[in-house]
């Protein structure tokens, strides 16, 4: 059974940092990109970062560009997602996608709040 599980989101102030992880399990992790995505209420669900298979190559949208770190652990079969100087705009869920060629699986998500 395939299984993207996301923890370590939380409430946050503004400036402060999370680390999110994704374990994976049910598939061969290390033939997957792993992607980490969010959404905003009453908004689209947007991509946040990317990392290659074996973790080679990473891309970030503009907008965490400096600030959020994805990294990977292909032993543990896990993603994680450094997040630091959180502004409040960083608010939403967190879901974790796992993608290659043929297949693409979703977490449940975790959410992540910053607010003084």
């Known amino acids: 059974q395939v299984q993207l599980v996301e923890s370590g989101g939380g409430l946050v102030q503004p400036g402060g940092s999370l680390r999110l992880s994704c374990a994976a399990s049910g598939f061969t992790f290390s033939n997957y990109a792993m992607r980490w995505y969010r959404q905003a209420p009453g908004k689209e669900r947007e991509l946040v970062a990317t990392?290659?298979?074996?973790?080679?190559?990473?891309n970030y949208a503009d907008s965490v560009k400096g600030r959020f770190t994805i990294s990977r652990d292909n032993v543990k079969n896990t993603v994680y997602l450094q997040m630091n100087s959180l502004k409040p705009e960083d608010t939403g869920v967190y879901y974790c996608n796992a993608q290659n060629r043929y297949f693409q699986y979703w977490g449940q998500g975790t959410q992540v709040t910053v607010a003084s």
């Open positions: 990392i290659t298979s074996a973790g080679g190559s990473t």
